[in-house]
């Protein structure tokens, strides 16, 4: 999950006043574009990374074929963004026509009725090949038979490194590595220069809990049983966490609690992180015809402790609220962002190694992409199809997901606890402190699950 700046959380209370707000309204959509066919400005709501900023580069192409219609990008950090639209969304306000939505809103905002439901208007059009959208990425987009978004691109997570470094060291990996190999690798690329590996330490359910959750998973540990009893306050939890701050107290970089997922990326193209463990969509970016580390990279699993497999699964979906006034033009604008059409067009205008990654299976058809892709694009499809999210850790859990929980008070949760490990790898509480916070704030949420 692509993650920036911590911003305003959307706790479960203001959760639940948005929903009242929006059975108040209408919801009803309309379809006229523009009172009578005149002029249409589609206002985008997207996420400020490398391939959202990709898309607002090509809009005008976009605009050449469609004479009438303006596309506005309102470009925010991860927490902003989902702040921003949560709040819109949820009341009906109508502020954005498109929006861009993780795995974990879609399939809760369109049981909500919050999304328009896409099915029809994709099936009806052949050339959009709705099968062809990768299965994983599109089941996660899909609620009662009914697709509420569409993926902008998938991934999961893999272990990146620099050969180099690793090679100079006499450190390599065969196969999938283990969490204990991996840091003791990170000790010995280690330097006052080159920090061993770059991990996310920012607050945020989608910034510390990406790669923390399959850490704690992998190590035993998960965040409710299956009668929605927080498990929080575990053994297994502070193994985990432990690990994770003692890692990045030896070999990380400095200040952890201040990087994400775009700080992780410069970190490892400007030559001061060694690996990183994070979403395999970073791998195009290292991969790109202007990074200083294309060719130097390499690739392997996630790495595991108890469990065989520790990838997470995330798309990054465009979605159409209920409340567009604009629907017909948004359904268009939609289609051409996510069609294959555009997957060229990105590879031939603005380079294939940026081509969005793990939306459709023809993109991996593609001689042009599997070329500049080669190093990656095989093992992202890999892990993507062998992660299990009905199980992804050791013991079996009562939600669909891997590094998030599937319900409403997840955004809360995630957010309050990441600050309160956040807090611990900064040296401002104990771990024992931290766990019992997040704790108390998780079995809240589990309570209004039971039975």
Sequence with gaps: MLSKKRALTFSAGAMAS???????????????????GGDVTLNVATVNNGQMKDMEQLKSEYEAANPGTTVNFQVMEEADLRAAVTADVASGAGQYDIVTIGAYETPQ??????????????????????????????????????????????ESSFLMYNKEVLDKAGVSFSGTPTWPEVAEAAKKVDTSDMAGICMRGKPGWGDLFGPLTTVIQT???????????????TPEWKEAVSFYKTMLDESGQADPVSYSFNECLTAVKEGKAAMWADATVAASMLEADDSPVKGKMGYVPMPVVETDQSGWLWSWNLAIPSSTKNKDAAVDF???????????????????????????????????????ASA?????????????????????????????????????????????????????????????????????????HKG
């Design 376 to 448: 990656y694009a095989p093992l992202t499809l890999e892990v993507m199809s062998s992660v299990n999210p009905k199980q992804p850790g050791v013991n079996p859990q009562p939600w669909v997901g891997i590094q998030y929980v599937s319900i409403p008070e997840f955004q809360d949760v995630g957010n309050q606890c990441a600050q309160q490990i956040a807090d611990y790898i900064a040296n401002r509480t104990s771990v024992d402190d931290a766990l019992a916070q997040c704790q108390s704030v998780a079995q809240k949420a589990g309570d209004a």
């Design 219 to 233: 190590f035993g540990g998960g965040w409710y049983d299956m009668d929605w009893n927080a498990t929080v306050d």
């Design 109 to 154: 905002w369109g049981a909500n009725g919050w999304l328009v439901d896409l099915t029809p208007e994709l099936e009806a059009d052949a050339s959009y090949d709705v099968d062809d959208l990768l299965p994983p990425v599109r089941d996660v987009n899909t609620h009662e038979g009914k697709l509420f978004a569409v993926p902008f691109y998938g």
């Design 18 to 36: 948005a929903m009242a707000l929006a059975a108040c309204s209408s919801g009803a959509v309309s379809s006229d574009d523009g009172a009578g």
């Design 334 to 372: 939609v289609k051409w962002a996510t069609s294959k059409d555009y997957i060229n067009l990105v590879g031939e205008k603005i380079g294939w190694s940026n081509v969005p990654p793990g939306s459709r299976t023809s993109t991996y058809e593609i001689p042009e992409y599997k070329e500049a």
